[in-house]
């Protein structure tokens, strides 16, 4: 529990940056990490289905999603910085952050 609680707080800290970034930058126009492209490439061949605008818990946090989600992530350990921390994600992405429609992954 400690080091969950640890890493929400951190996925925290990273949601108000990142959000201060996409919400003051055309997102078009930003990139993450020099891999952004390898990530959603690699992202789009894993999880094809995946509806990303609004998304379903239970294809993050299922037994069978984090059986996907595992080595999915492990792909970029000593590319990307933090590569398996938690992050704060928005279920719908047409909302704001809110206890509602947050989910920690």
């Known amino acids: ?6 890493w929400a ?3 925290h800290q990273h949601a108000q940056v ?4 996409i919400s003051s930058v055309d997102p078009k126009f930003l990139n993450l990490t020099k891999v952004d492209d390898q990530i959603y490439e690699e992202f789009r ?4 289905d995946l509806k ?3 998304l379903d818990p239970e294809e ?9 989600w ?3 992530c492990l792909r970029f350990e000593g590319v990307v910085e933090d590569f398996n921390y938690g992050t704060l994600l928005r279920l ?3 909302r704001e952050y809110t206890e509602e429609n947050t989910i920690f992954g």
Not at 1 to 6: F, G, H
Not at 60 to 68: C, D, G, H, V
């Open 45 to 48: 061949k894993t999880f094809r």
């Open 52 to 54: 990303i605008d609004v």
């Open 18 to 21: 990142y959000f201060n970034l």
């Open 60 to 68: 993050l946090k299922s037994e069978p999603a984090k059986a996907k």
């Open 1 to 6: 529990p400690r080091v969950e609680l640890a």
């Open 92 to 94: 719908d992405s047409r």
């Open 9 to 11: 707080m951190k996925a």
């Open 70 to 72: 595992r080595p999915f």
